[in-house]
């Protein structure tokens, strides 16, 4: 069978956007620091409560969901311009061509997602956007990515997931989805250790070209 979907994590996979997050932590938590370890290991991909109860541990529901509502606005209001992932922009204008499903599976919240694809200039590009914090369950929890195959109309044989974080990369591939681990932040042996099938720096990895071209059935090259 023939893939014709791909799932795309946002934060990290189709921008490098860690610096800005992990400003906007800093400033929540000033004067105690974030390391980019710690934001790395704890932090990226964790969906807002579960982050918060780590950084704010036994406080009040209330007092997590306020928090989190000003760490997300320090990072909104961080946001300008925004740089593609390299490869990003031909690889969407591929999948364009040859009719292949797109959609994009994160744990920001809408806003977020929204201003950062907007920023990108692809802010009309995916008819699907699947938002965690909206489910009953977000990442690593794999129903984002389900929920995501379901309103595509695929499967998961039929997919390939992009994902940078520990529970991204959990759960794509506990949705069944051979999932590629973008090395922003982690490295190989990290993501292959959550589930990735395989990894790559970004969307120009000429490995990368070649199986998709073998997996989709189109032709593909390095300039789109």
Same mark, same amino acid.
């Given at each position: 069978m023939?893939?014709d979907?791909?799932?795309?994590d946002l ?5 490098d ?17 974030l ?26 529901v ?8 000003r760490?997300?606005r #320090?990072? !909104?209001s961080?946001?300008?311009? *925004?740089e593609?992932?390299? &490869? =990003?922009?031909? +690889?969407?204008?591929?999948?364009? /061509? ?14 977020n ?11 009309d590009?995916?008819?699907v956007?699947?938002?965690g914090?909206? #489910?009953? !369950?977000g990442?690593?929890?794999? *129903?984002?990515?389900?929920t &995501? =195959?379901e309103? +595509?109309?695929?499967?998961?044989? /039929?997919?390939l ?13 506990a ?14 042996a990290?993501l292959r250790?959550?589930g990735a099938?395989?990894?790559?720096d ?7 070209l ?5 997996d989709f ?8």
């Open positions: 023939r893939r979907t791909l799932l795309f934060d990290g996979t189709m921008t956007s860690d610096a800005l997050h992990i400003e906007a932590y800093r400033r929540i938590l000033a004067p105690a620091p390391s980019v370890a710690d934001y790395r290991a704890k932090v990226m991909g964790a969906t807002n409560p579960a982050i918060m109860e780590w950084m704010f541990p036994g406080r009040p209330a007092e997590h969901e306020a928090l989190s509502d760490k997300e #320090l990072f !909104r961080l946001v300008e311009h *925004l593609p992932t390299p &490869g =990003l922009p031909a +690889l969407l204008a591929w999948a364009g /061509r040859h009719g292949i499903r797109v959609g994009v599976v994160t744990n920001a919240p809408r806003a997602a929204e201003l950062m694809l907007a920023a990108l200039g692809l802010g590009r995916f008819p956007l699947v938002i914090d909206e #489910l009953a !369950r990442k690593p929890d794999p *129903l984002p990515y389900l &995501g =195959l309103r +595509l109309g695929s499967t998961p044989e /039929r997919a997931a992009f994902e940078d974080s520990r529970s991204g990369v959990r759960a794509a591939a949705a069944g989805i051979e999932t590629i681990g973008m090395r922003t932040s982690l490295d190989d990290t250790q959550e099938a395989w990894t790559m970004d969307f120009t990895d000429r490995d990368f070649a199986r998709l071209e073998a059935g189109h032709p593909v090259s390095a300039a789109g």
